[in-house]
């Protein structure tokens, strides 16, 4: 029996995994206060970087002896500089399960050409062994898989007396999942994921057993300037008082302030949390009721709450080759963006085939439920032409 397209859209048609839709409040407005024309360096300028600074650490219940810097080119940045600055100490333990991991892997491996290095991989849809993880070395991964709907379910494989650091990409994570501050020493995250706001900002949280890393090591390659944390064996602490290494974007510093007083406005970190998790209920439900979709995270615990990829089960579909079931989904999500009730929720280029749907925080749950009847639509529209 053919479905009858749906009468209601949702109100915003905007379920990108990055850049994510901005809160329902947002306007142009937001931004009128924006330091614009004015240095960086100047009065204006530093105490705005500081108050983005300062209320990431209360949004995130940040401890205070931590410290958290603004670096350029967005989590890449963040994590780059980390890794560059600090690896090369001690062995490494590095995870991959998808494809932002896997290109960690690579720059430790194959740039940084470290090899004293175990890397614990996974395919699309699992983690790997966490307990086989050896916490004397310094342990890299992710905690939230945006490209494959991962995550990691908790902090409790990593214990409180390991000796070397764990460096944690969290963007994607960051203001939608509980992080466990005494379990990470390096962590990052960019503006444009959870909170909606604008690119090529990264966040990087350093403990302070980071800072003695710091500032007791030098790694033995030359280090662009972009990623120098540190001058005479000191950490250059104005980079983590919002002195930024290079020039900022003051627009989209403005942009985050107001995502931040967004967030405090939510219940912080655990109204985010919650609103994302409902969210991700609203899918769970759904798929539970269709046979034709699916999660792409096997174990229910590993599921992401903010980048949702599902996988294409029905039968007609999984008979076909990799190549035609790739084309079939990127009808789905072409005919849902033709329509605009759904943008950008293709599968990522490097994910299997499928379809990915931001839940996160600034997603309205009506939008989901809106949402749903034509996901259901789409494929039964493009399943007759198979």
Request: with cysteine; glycine share 6%; charged share 20%.
């Amino acid at each position: 029996m053919s479905i009858k397209k749906p009468d209601i859209r949702p109100n915003n048609p905007q379920f990108s995994s990055g850049p994510c839709t901005k809160p329902s409040t947002w306007t142009l407005d937001v931004l009128s206060d924006a330091a614009l024309g004015r240095s960086h360096r100047a009065s204006v300028g530093k105490d705005k970087l500081l108050a983005a600074i300062e209320n990431t650490r209360t949004v995130l219940n940040i401890p205070a002896n931590y410290k958290i810097g603004i670096l350029p080119a967005s989590d890449t940045g963040a994590i780059e500089a980390a890794m560059w600055s600090m690896l090369g100490e001690r062995p490494i333990d590095i995870c991959s399960w998808e494809s932002f991991g896997a290109g960690w892997v690579t720059d430790v491996v194959k740039q940084l050409k470290l090899e004293n290095v175990t890397h614990h991989e996974a395919a699309y849809g699992k983690l790997p062994d966490l307990t086989a993880l050896n916490f004397n070395n310094d342990v890299i991964f992710t905690w939230n898989g945006t490209t494959s709907g991962v995550k990691v379910p908790n902090g409790d494989f990593i214990p409180s007396n390991r000796t070397g650091l764990t460096i944690c990409d969290a963007t994607s994570a960051a203001f939608a999942q509980d992080l466990e501050w005494d379990k990470l020493d390096v962590t990052t995250f960019s503006w444009q994921k959870a909170l909606g706001g604008e690119a090529a900002h990264g966040m990087l949280v350093l403990s302070p057993k980071a800072v003695e890393r710091l500032e007791s090591y030098t790694p033995p390659w030359p280090l662009p300037k972009i990623f120098r944390l540190t001058k005479g064996g000191k950490l250059i602490d104005g980079i983590f008082k919002g002195a930024t290494i290079n020039t900022p974007s003051m627009l989209a510093v403005e942009d985050y302030l107001f995502a931040l007083d967004w967030a405090t406005a939510q219940g912080g970190t655990s109204g985010l949390v919650s609103k994302a998790n409902s969210n991700l209920k609203v899918l769970a439900n759904f798929v539970a009721e269709v046979n034709w979709l699916d999660f792409l995270a096997i174990d229910p615990n590993t599921r992401s709450n903010t980048s949702v990829c599902l996988k294409i089960v029905d039968p007609r579909v999984t008979a076909l080759d990799a190549a035609a079931q790739m084309k079939f989904a990127k009808s789905l999500a072409k005919l849902l963006d033709d329509e605009a009730v759904a943008y950008d929720i293709g599968s990522y280029r490097d994910a299997p085939a499928g379809l990915r749907i931001w839940t996160g925080c600034t997603v309205e749950q009506a939008d989901l439920i809106a949402l749903i009847p034509w996901l259901s639509w789409a494929f039964e529209t493009q399943i007759k032409k198979i």
